[in-house]
């Protein structure tokens, strides 16, 4: 471990092109997460590839910059990209309704800024007890990014390694959307006992950089969840035999994914309510953390070293003022309605400041990538919904209502959590908790404002709500917003007069309990290192089948790649790059999905070089081949 800063001397932390790059970084993949998680129904954190550009940049190019600096830019591009999470799983839901037409500036801005505020300010008070003094909270994330600035030295090949993924990923992306030269999906359908069968695989770089990211286990999950909905359930609950599902046949394919995604939405609600059960501890023991700690904030009179110092609280309690009043205006704003916007004034304050203890307490036993974050969002739909038609409000009073208190509440714990892995690699490299935070804030506010442009652009290029304006190749894809989609539908039963189809939501229920049954028999004789999780099976059951096939792929990369034989430094290093190299294959192909839809958005004819056939289709499966080998290849231990 590398000498960290002192305590005391001056050192340079904040300076203007550190707050430049973390602005630039965390708007790029800020872009990139609105697009992953609309795509798949998730996102990666952006801390180790933010700080490996800003080691390239600051050290590799300019040759300056201290591990400070470094990590000031990976503070404010990870808490720019948060954001991404907390919106894409409400927002979208209001257009999907039918409460919106199109996305509103005004609006998704301020839930954005005030639920990142939020998460930023009530996570303050919380560093030192579960940051700095508890120590079987390791929030995982946090120390990778330390031990990468440590090894700043290496930042130049990283950076390339990044940088080479994303032009590559991005260029496969224009040739399948823009060109067609590549083909999207590889679909086939095959008969098993006399029953026709449909299995596809899609061609994205960055879905199988997101299996290889989330590991084995998880990609698994997800694919097992697509195997059930369209392997097993499919067939028999819709009552179709896929005969004739093809690339050419679209509207079969919409009947029957359209279906499907209600068992997700049951398992996803069990998964939701779960999560919350076993991390009922976990919430006590944060809860009380949090309220030791303002006590602490309250009382401390001995002057901090410049390590320890957090930001004033003369600036917190402005700061949490000023945007619970503007909280206020918001809700009244959108819903004309004073007395609903008191009500979910007061909900979103109550369930922001739970959520973010529980976030901070969970995140830093498990990791920011197993935070049950759908889960809280579903609790917090369901409460609020709960108070709001309690008090007799229902239809489109009630949903923006409801929707808005959740989006403020998502964003708001999903900004915790990657501030705890923030602030614990800033306690590891010596940095000033104060500049941290308020780089946070800095982060947020200015990531906040890209969020609806590019919620618009992707919207009205591919389209979120559905699929039926694509042309029958289906060359692209519709933008699949499984979350959103998941409080759409039950904003419909809750407060409209939708028809939510029962018996698949019962189907998925029963099989989201079936899953934790299971998952509690491997865990408690045998303490298996395979889990069950819910949620991610959850998400493979609502996404179609080509995603989840796309998603295992990058999970056995990443096994593979760990196989040969190695020490665990060697071991450590060839993931680090593999982690770096998917990264770039997801920021690559999101920021040219973003571009194609400029055209898209505005009807231009795009160019078409090749016709659907197996030359397009072997000229697909060369490239990706060549993309899995690359990934394996550069992950492989090296031993120096």
Known sequence: MTDTPSSTSPVAEVTVIALVLGVLVGLVMSVANVYLGLFVGMTVSASIPAAVISMGILRGVLRRGTILENNIVQTIASAGESLAAGIIFTIPALVITGVWTDFDFLVTTLVAITGGLLGVLFMIPLRKPMIVEDKDLIYPEGVACARVLEAGEKGGSGMKLVFGALGIAALIKLCTDAFSLLQGKLAFAFTLGGTRFYTALMAAPALIGVGYIVGINIAVLVFAGGAISWLFVGPVLIGTSYDGLSLADPELYSHVKSHLRFLGVGAMIVGGLWS?????????????????????????????????????????????????????????????????????????????????????????????????????????????????????????????????????????????????????????????????????????????????????????????????????????????????????????????????????????????????????????????????????????????????????????????????????????????????????????????????????????????????????????????????????????????
């Not at 708001?412 to 602030?423: E, F, N, R, W």
């Not at 899953?515 to 991610?536: C, E, G, N, T, Y």
Request: charged share 15%.
């Open 276 to 640: 919350i059960i076993m991390i009922r501890k976990g919430i006590v023991q944060g809860i009380r953390e949090t309220v030791s700690s303002y006590k602490q904030s309250v009382h401390g009179d001995r002057a901090p070293a410049r390590v320890e110092t957090d930001m004033d609280r003369k600036s917190i309690l402005l700061l949490l003022s000023a945007t619970m009043l503007i909280v206020l205006w918001l809700y009244n704003h959108v819903t004309d309605n004073f007395g609903v916007s008191v009500l979910a004034t007061g909900l979103m304050i109550v369930c922001s400041f739970f959520f973010v203890a529980v976030a901070a307490y969970i995140v830093g036993l498990v990791g920011s990538s197993n935070s049950p974050v759908s889960g809280m969002t579903i609790c917090s739909v369901l409460i609020t919904s709960g108070f709001i038609a309690l008090f007799g409000y229902s239809g489109d009073l009630a949903i923006l209502a409801t929707l808005a208190v959740a989006g403020v509440v998502c964003c708001a714990t999903c900004t915790s959590g990657d501030v705890c892995q923030d602030l614990k690699t800033g306690s590891l490299v010596g940095a000033t908790p104060y500049r941290q935070q308020w780089a946070e804030v800095l982060g947020v506010v200015t990531a906040a404002f890209v969020m609806q442009p590019v919620l618009k652009l992707l919207h009205n290029g591919y389209g979120i709500t559905t699929d039926a304006h694509l042309p029958p190749n289906l060359k692209g894809h519709v933008l699949e917003a499984p979350q959103a989609k998941l409080f759409a539908s039950l904003m419909d039963g809750f407060f409209k007069d939708g028809q939510l189809p029962v018996g698949l939501i019962a189907t998925g229920i029963v099989i989201g309990l079936a899953i934790i049954v299971v998952d509690q028999l491997l865990l408690k004789p045998r303490r298996s290192a395979f889990r069950l999780h819910v949620m991610p099976v959850a998400v493979g059951m609502y996404l179609p089948f080509e995603m989840s096939t796309a998603i295992v792929a990058g999970g056995l990369l990443a096994w593979l790649a760990s196989r040969p034989a190695g020490s665990k430094a060697a071991k450590d290093a060839g993931y680090g790059r593999g982690v770096l190299l998917a990264s770039g294959l997801i920021a690559g192909e999101a920021i040219a999905g973003v571009l194609i839809a400029i055209p898209k958005a505005n009807e231009v004819e795009l160019w078409e070089f090749l016709s659907p056939g197996p030359l397009m289709v072997g000229l697909t499966i060369l490239v990706i081949s060549g993309i899995c080998f690359w990934l394996v290849k550069a992950s492989l231990p090296r031993e120096e």
